[in-house]
């Protein structure tokens, strides 16, 4: 084709000026929301909607996977470039709205240069083919069992798994594909799709019906039993177990019924689709309430030191996490707190329903470490960052122990029926969204019918304990010089 001398000047001033466009473009850099804790995770200018993560996984939980991460997102600004959260992973190619784009990583973001710049209020359509790798992560993010994986992502290590909006401010739907080889299970959180055979692997998906943070996501990938039973008002619960230890765990799992019954009559109906507990032949120090699939260590229920009282104590505060931290996320990791502050409190509750460890005994026993516990860790509220390379370290008892104590003050100032109230209201007012410390306060107030916010700061961001109400003889010691 040929072009006309005017035509010729226009396309060469076009030209022009987008090489204009890219030269004033900076070089790749990673960023970050803003959280005090976690300062470089999460990505400005962009809303996720919808994961679609696949995984091929061959046998072996030391080889990276192949994957393909699919992000449907809507624009919230005009972007030149989109920043991802990812690490430990090879990326092969990338598209943005249907084009190839340029991709480069900085720090533990993945760079994204799209063909054409992306519009404010615009979809957002991305795909990553990459892999994943499993190998030496003590950090979190995939974790290899005596059989194969599983996934711990709790605080920041899904984008050491896939490529994401790493932060829980950011929920979106998940539907996840597992190929694996014919003779494992495979299984995510949410309700199974599909399971389709090709040769001798099988493809196993699954989908939540409501929204989850990034690290709450769960795969499990091994030789494992799923057993079915129900919960309360017909409510699917499904269980993920080694297949060998199917009848040693079973007493264990037909527990669960009970305990969502327990839950229901203090905070209201379960919020999401289903539940269970994955039983994971592997060591991680903790147990974690991935979305819909708790992930609990083996040896819970199998080491005879662990008194029965306590195994199901910690069961439901797994349990309690789905309506307090995964249906009610916290707006920043400060606001942790609110997970498992909550969860604690109904773990207290229920081993004290059990005659086995009052909670006034626990709470007590809470206060007198409080003092030294706001001093290694912060306040409730307000904790310390972990240290580099071990942000783990961040679950320290303040935000367990010493934040339900913030819960015990809070029902003995404002008498037990506000506070049941309040904790119903909580759980339905913020249901599936994110909210923080400054709404609980709020809330609190109202139910109280008098304005709690210097009762509640001075609990959950003072450097010492307050005075417990109707307990003034109770003493903190303070910390170690």
């Known amino acids: 084709m040929q072009l006309t001398s005017r035509r010729l000047r226009a396309a ?22 803003g959280d005090p804790l976690f300062p470089a995770l999460g990505n400005p200018g962009y809303d996720v909607l919808a994961y679609d993560l696949s995984f091929t996984y061959r046998g072996n939980n030391q080889e990276p996977l192949d994957a393909v991460t699919k992000i449907d997102a809507r624009a919230l600004a005009s972007l030149e470039r989109v920043n991802l959260d990812f690490t430990h992973g090879e990326v092969s190619s990338v598209e943005v709205n249907g084009l190839p784009a ?66 829980p401010a950011d929920k979106a739907y998940f539907t996840i594909s597992v190929t694996a ?19 001798t692997s099988t493809t196993w998906t699954y989908r939540t019906a409501h929204p989850m943070a990034t690290e709450l996501a769960q795969v499990s990938i091994g030789r494992s039993t799923v057993l079915h039973r129900q919960g309360p008002h017909g409510l699917p619960i499904r269980d993920v177990v080694p297949t060998t230890e199917r009848g040693r765990l079973e007493p264990w799992l037909a527990k669960t019924p009970t305990h ?64 307090f931290g995964n249906s009610v996320t916290p707006r ?10 909550h969860a604690t409190w109904y773990e207290a509750l229920y081993a004290d329903g059990l005659g086995k460890y009052s909670l006034e005994r626990r709470m007590r026993e809470a206060y007198q470490r409080s003092d030294q516990w706001r001093a290694a860790g912060g306040p409730p509220a307000a904790p310390k960052a972990a240290a580099p390379g ?91 010089s």
């Open 390 to 480: 071990q942000k783990i370290g961040l679950f320290r008892p303040i935000v367990y122990d010493g934040s339900a104590l913030v819960l015990y003050a809070l029902r003995q100032e404002m008498g037990s029926a506000a506070f049941e109230r309040l904790e119903r209201r909580w759980v339905s007012e913020f249901q599936h969204g994110t909210a923080g410390t400054a709404d609980f306060i709020r809330l609190a107030s109202q139910e109280a019918g008098r304005d709690l916010a210097g009762f509640l700061k001075d609990w959950l961001y003072g450097s010492t304990t307050p005075s417990m109400p109707g307990h003034p003889q109770w003493r903190s010691t303070e910390p170690a």
């Open 260 to 323: 969502l019954e327990w839950m229901e009559e203090r905070v209201g109906r379960y919020p999401f689709e289903n539940y269970g507990i994955l039983v994971a032949q592997a060591t991680t120090g903790f147990e974690l309430e991935t979305q819909t699939l708790s992930l609990f260590e083996h040896r819970l229920f199998t080491e005879p030191g662990y008194p029965a009282w306590y195994v199901e104590a910690v069961m439901v505060h797994e349990l309690a996490h789905h309506w």
């Open 181 to 199: 080889p014919e003779e494992l299970t495979a299984v995510a959180g949410g309700l199974p799709v599909s399971r389709s055979r090709s040769g």
């Open 332 to 341: 920043t990791w400060s606001d942790l707190w609110l997970n498992e502050g």
């Open 12 to 33: 060469l001033l076009a030209a022009t000026s987008l090489t204009l466009v890219a030269a004033v473009l900076p070089p790749p850099a990673p960023l970050g929301i």
């Open 102 to 167: 340029e991709f480069a990583t900085a720090g533990e973001d993945l760079v994204l240069t799209p063909a054409r710049a992306v519009t404010t209020g615009s979809a957002l359509h991305i795909t990553v083919r990459h892999t994943s790798d499993p190998r030496g992560r003590a950090d979190g993010g995939w974790v290899p069992t005596e059989d194969g994986l599983a996934m711990a992502n709790q605080a920041d290590a899904a984008h050491r798994v896939f490529p994401c909006n790493d932060h």
